[in-house]
């Protein structure tokens, strides 16, 4: 054998040999340069934006790339991520419920509010100066609702069909889509619609700054517990960078910029989650004559 050819077999030995133990870095190159997070206007879109900034800005800082918020509707969330011009998204549990069967998205982690929770109620709401204490006390009356979600939307479907409503497009004579949960509560305090439904904890946090709301408006029906606003990841989104996102969060605290973060976001914490939390909500959503499968290609 030649010196070239035992040299040439020699480089090629040498380099099987380098690859075997340097295999490419495969997952280096699914990783994202840039995310973008989405968020959900359950109250004023500033106000919302704002609560968020923190989070964006510390894991931009820790993760040593761009993390964008996105203000997104509860109507374009679903078609937003699986177009992928979002990674991920705070949901409500309707939405995480629907990214979670439709698209299989993952939950992450949730907040836990400053009073320990970590769940809210839906609730049916009028004023204490009204007539309206019975379903058919309710009919014909001006209702708002907050559409797309557990709180504003599933929760009086299903409450409604349990008191006989099959139909509440008439049952009612007016439907206001109020698009968040402060403004339904505003146009019941305000005489604006008969009736609202809401979140547990919007309610309760504008009743703090708010007295009219304690003294002129009542709670006529409450929904079981279900998730606060989940932090759900597209299935696309590499391992690595879901399980990065996930470990930041969770350890928040540990950090003089997290901890700040999260005092503006109006938590304590986050803690893990996971699909089986949303159980709540696929029977909710049963109960109130919705297919999660098929909801968004023909709304009731």
């Known amino acids: 054998m030649t010196t070239f050819k035992k040299t040439f077999i020699a480089l090629c030995l040498f380099l099987l040999a380098s690859a075997a133990f340097h295999p490419p870095a495969a997952n280096a190159s699914s ?36 993390v964008k918020l996105k203000m997104l509707t509860y109507g374009n969330v679903i078609e937003k991520m699986k177009n992928g011009e979002v990674d991920g998204a705070f949901l409500g549990s309707f939405v995480g419920a629907l990214a979670i069967i439709q698209l299989g998205a993952e939950p992450l982690a949730r907040p836990i509010n400053m009073d320990g929770t970590s769940t809210y109620e839906g609730l049916i709401i009028a004023r204490k100066d009204s007539n309206i204490r019975t379903i058919e ?29 099959t139909d509440y497009k008439t049952y009612f004579g007016e439907q206001i889509i109020s698009g968040s949960h402060d403004r339904a509560i505003a146009l019941v305090l305000n005489g604006k619609a008969d009736i609202g439904a809401v979140k547990s904890t919007i309610y309760k946090n504008m009743s703090e700054w708010q007295p009219r709301i304690k003294n002129e408006l009542m709670i006529l029906a409450n929904s079981a517990s279900v998730p606060s606003n989940g932090f759900c990841v597209s299935k696309d989104l590499s391992q690595e960078q879901k399980q990065e996102l996930k470990d930041l969060l969770l350890n928040m605290r540990g950090y003089p910029d997290g901890r700040k973060s999260l005092e503006k976001l109006g938590a304590k914490r986050f803690v893990e989650t996971g699909t089986e939390l949303y159980q709540p909500v696929f029977i909710m959503a049963k109960d109130a004559g919705l297919d999660l499968e098929k909801y968004g290609v023909e709304k009731p």
């Open 137 to 165: 006390s309710m009919k014909g009356k001006s209702l708002a609702l907050v559409e797309e979600t557990t709180a504003g939307f599933v929760f009086p479907l299903a409450w409604f069909r349990q008191h006989g409503i």
């Open 31 to 66: 990783q994202k340069k840039s995310l973008s997070i989405g968020i959900l206007p359950e109250m004023n879109i500033f106000k919302q934006r704002a609560r968020f900034e923190g989070i964006a800005t510390f894991l931009s800082a820790r993760m040593g790339i761009e």
